[in-house]
């Protein structure tokens, strides 16, 4: 008889062999997978820092550089603070000027919470004449003249106070309202014209303005763009602000003999503004230097926004003070100090700093004793060096305390 052929163990191993190789591999290929990944994050935070470390790098060499090609008298490294007070209400309104007598003007609240452009001197706030309406005031000159804007209801009158008189500028053809911002020290005044949306405030259609002896006249918007904000002018008539692109970008522009100069942005930056325009030709503003949305880790360090200073064709990033990526600069002088304000990230925890190419980046919180003030936005700054500076009461924590202090070299 035939017997049945035993099968045959092996068979059944060598199954059992090829289950277990697979279940190796499967592990070998999950390990150097895990493995691809952390290596790949490795090298994208290795990257990052890198390049975080070249950015700081290049930014401390343009502040050098900065500081060694624009020469500035030394900003003082102390400072009295005195308080302005209010008209009554209970804070002012965040905005202002000083002249090199260390009067000011600016904007309170009264008893009743109306808001009141005002004029300050030796310590003595007084009201200007609004003829009933809200007003702020935006700028003065050496000779008292003062010039703000008339706030009738859904409608702004730009203004020149003379004589404690508010006279109005006029407006612009084509346009519903206008802002005066800065005037020099002739007498001369700039702002713009102005259709308010209700939704856009800052992109409404506007037109700068220049009235001098008397005489409203309109200032070109730049070619390619669609709106224009002017918000300082020097004793040349030298006009700083920025216009509107088609792409609804901001840049900083001056305006100087009949012609608009783009100023251009920081390295790596798409928007820039102009503020200030000193009487050698000096501007400062602000230029973004990376992309506004980066998550706070990659910015650690590495300014968004950072204040620029232009002179003789050359825009030099004079940076941030530690810690900052939010720099912005409002005023300077015809000794090229300048001040602004400064923050983490956000425009909130905003810090006042004073810039000169002796010391660089500084906050005037660590130049001033006072403990019963956090300084938050330098506004102005005249020749002498005096600071007109938007503080809050280290008592209080909300905005509607907040009070205009001046800032004296002691």
Request: proline share 4%; hydrophobic share 40%.
């Amino acid at each position: 008889m035939g017997t049945d052929t035993p099968r045959q163990p092996v068979v059944c191993g060598s199954v059992s062999i090829t289950i277990a190789d697979m279940f190796k591999r499967v592990l070998i290929a999950l390990f150097l997978f895990l493995l691809f990944i952390a290596c790949s994050t490795l090298f994208v935070l290795g990257l990052g820092i890198y390049a975080s470390y070249c950015f700081d790098r290049d930014e401390r060499r343009d502040a050098a550089l900065a500081q060694s090609a624009i020469h500035t008298s030394p900003a003082a490294t102390h400072y009295t603070v005195v308080d302005l007070k209010t008209l009554g209400g209970s804070y002012d309104y965040h905005g202002g000027g000083v002249n090199d007598v260390g009067d000011v003007v600016g904007s309170s609240e009264d008893s009743k919470e109306q808001l009141h452009a005002f004029f300050s001197s030796s310590g003595k706030m007084t009201p200007l004449p609004s003829n009933r309406c809200d007003s702020g005031a935006s700028a003065i000159n050496n000779s008292g003249q003062i010039v703000g804007s008339l706030f009738a209801p859904g409608r702004h009158k730009a203004v020149i106070w003379a004589n404690s008189k508010p006279v109005e500028l006029g407006i612009l053809p084509g346009f519903q309202q206008s802002e005066a911002t800065a005037i020099n020290s002739r007498g001369d005044a700039t702002g713009r014209s102005f259709t308010a949306s209700s939704t856009n405030w800052w992109m409404c259609p506007s037109q700068v303005f220049l009235w001098k002896q008397g005489k409203l006249s309109a200032i070109d918007v730049p070619a390619g763009c669609t709106n224009s904000s002017a918000y300082g002018i020097n004793d040349r008539d030298e006009i700083v602000g920025w216009a509107v692109e088609q792409d609804a970008r901001t840049q900083a522009y001056l305006w100087c003999n009949g012609a608009a100069i783009d100023l251009g942005t920081l390295k790596d930056g798409t928007v820039s503004r102009a503020t200030a325009i000193n009487n050698h030709g000096q501007i400062v503003g602000s230029s973004d230097t990376a992309p506004f949305f980066t998550p706070p880790w990659q910015a650690q360090g590495r300014p968004q926004v950072s204040t620029f200073l232009w002179q003789n064709g050359t825009m030099f990033n004079l940076g941030s003070p530690p810690g900052g990526t939010y720099c912005q600069a409002r005023d300077i002088n015809d000794n090229g100090v300048v001040v602004g304000r400064y923050s983490k990230y956000t425009l909130r925890d905003r810090r006042a700093f004073i810039w000169d190419s002796i010391h660089g980046m500084q906050d005037l919180n660590r130049l001033v004793d006072s403990s019963q003030w956090f300084l938050e936005d330098a506004l102005a700054i005249d020749n002498r060096g005096q600071i007109l500076v938007f503080a809050l009461p280290a008592t209080r924590q909300t905005n509607k305390y907040r009070h205009l202090v001046l800032l004296t070299p002691s």
